[in-house]
């Protein structure tokens, strides 16, 4: 049984309010210990008079949660991750926004749902993080570390040209728009509009897919988790840009980047019924006939 969980959330529309209110009202009969993420007191003015704990800082909670519910999109989920990321807790995602690989709980079935997170009725899917490790420091005070995938892209309209080695091998020369560097998470975001291979979760592999390639027989290429990648990259402008999930930095061209798969992992719920598989055939609608 739980005993305590942390709720996050980015934004407060309607839907994430009336799935704060249930969530807090439900798991409060249970006598969960509740504790809000509440960075800019924007909670309290939305849902005042709560007797759960608000806090700003993880690092600072009184006890460790047992779980971690991450009200919103894909988006929320992946601002949830950078803050949580260090306490090694489940992650669960409820679905108030639009897709939802990350977020796979729907709201429809919310009260069924927490039952099911109260029982302890998930089996866990641990998921593989990329690392940015030269240069360290950057990405607004955040360590360089991505759940979906860490892209090279060109500043200005002209294409850039990226070296890719592994270990000092060298792998390829790719000129395009860019290039993504993606976990198996990330295969159903950004690399999947790039059109490169779609992973399961707990597949440890790394993804390379270029972006807009100018040579049309360059094509994506999936890599061992034991790769140490360096990127070296050269264009016409003064910068490139780099992208660590949604945080965003430019670097001039003399910097180098070393990308590495990360030693930790992100815990993430899969409520027991469901898997990868039929939350594809569901986001992606394999399978479905529009014409009846």
């Excluded at 990308?259 to 719920?269: F, H, I, P």
Aim: a neutral charge.
């Amino acid at each position: 049984m739980l005993g305590s969980v942390a709720i996050f959330s980015s934004g407060f529309s309607e839907r994430t309010l009336n799935v704060i209110r249930h969530i807090i009202s439900d798991f409060s009969r249970k006598g969960i210990r509740l504790f809000i993420y509440d960075k800019t007191g924007d909670y309290a003015k939305h849902v005042p008079g709560g007797r759960e704990k608000t806090f700003s800082d993880p690092s600072v909670l009184p006890v460790s949660p047992d779980l971690i519910l991450s009200i919103g999109g894909d988006g929320t989920f992946l601002e949830t991750m950078m803050l949580v990321k260090n306490l090694h807790v489940p992650v669960a995602g409820i679905n108030t926004g639009r897709l939802g690989f990350l977020a796979n709980i729907y709201e429809e079935e919310i009260c069924q749902s927490l039952d099911m997170l109260y029982n302890h009725d998930f089996d866990i899917v641990e998921r593989s993080l990329l690392m940015i490790t030269e240069p360290s420091g950057r990405f607004g005070g955040y360590d360089p570390t991505a759940l979906n995938e860490i892209t090279v892209q060109k500043s200005g309209l002209s294409m850039i040209t990226i070296s890719l080695y592994d270990n000092d091998v060298y792998i390829n020369t790719y000129r395009s728009d860019g290039l993504i560097i993606s976990t198996a998470t990330g295969s159903t975001a950004y690399n999947l509009s790039a059109g490169g291979p779609i992973l399961p979760p707990d597949n440890n592999s790394i993804i390379i897919s270029p972006i807009s390639a100018h040579n049309l027989t360059v094509r994506p290429i999936v890599l061992p988790g034991t790769a140490c990648l360096k990127l070296i990259i050269e264009g016409r402008s003064s910068e490139y840009i780099a992208t660590c999930d949604y945080r965003v930095e430019r670097f001039p061209y003399s910097q180098q980047l070393m990308v590495k798969q990360s030693a930790e992992k992100l815990k993430t719920v899969m409520l027991r019924g469901r898997d990868f598989y039929s939350t594809l055939r569901d986001k992606l609608m394999w399978g479905a006939d529009k014409r009846n």
